[in-house]
């Protein structure tokens, strides 16, 4: 057995790691303790509000508001990207970011069109995608002037 303890291991009825039988990693109760103190953690983080806790990172709430430049927008379809402003370690930008033209708030006249909408100011709020927890989306934009 690895040194190390299984993430996935938590005493219960069945005393099995989810990783079943041949899994390497240390078992026991002061694992099992961690493990279900761990997710109780991250439980409570998500009901209020905290997304994740990305390495490196402070956490970060789904109600900040952010800025940044859309990158693309297709017209047809009614999606695009956008490059955030915020910088991370090493002055490089966050990963470009989803947006639908449905979660657009700002008046109608500043809604992208998919002409000349590359490089404009946006404001938004970085949520955690629905269809997909490991990506961010915006939601609530507007242009910015």
């Known amino acids: 057995k690895s040194s190390k303890?299984?993430?996935y291991f938590a005493t219960g009825d069945d005393n099995k790691c989810r990783n079943g039988d041949g899994c390497p990693r240390e078992h026991g109760p002061h694992v099992s303790d961690a493990n279900i103190s761990n997710w109780l953690r991250k439980a409570a983080n998500a009901a209020s509000g905290i997304n994740k806790v990305r390495p490196g990172?402070?956490?970060?709430k789904a109600d900040s508001?952010?800025?940044?430049?859309?990158y693309s927008y297709d017209g047809n379809r009614g999606f695009?990207?956008?490059?955030p402003d915020q910088k991370v370690g090493g002055g490089r930008?966050?990963?470009r970011i989803f947006f639908h033209v449905n979660d657009w708030v700002g008046s109608a006249t500043t809604k992208p069109t998919g002409v000349g909408?590359?490089?404009r100011r946006v404001r938004y709020?970085?949520?955690?995608?629905d269809r997909d927890r490991s990506r961010w989306k915006a939601t609530g934009l507007s242009a910015l002037q």
């Open 5 to 7: 303890p299984c993430a």
């Open 57 to 60: 990172k402070a956490p970060v």
């Open 65 to 70: 508001i952010r800025m940044g430049r859309i």
């Open 80 to 83: 695009g990207w956008i490059t």
């Open 93 to 95: 930008t966050e990963p």
């Open 117 to 119: 909408d590359a490089r």
């Open 125 to 129: 709020v970085r949520v955690e995608d």
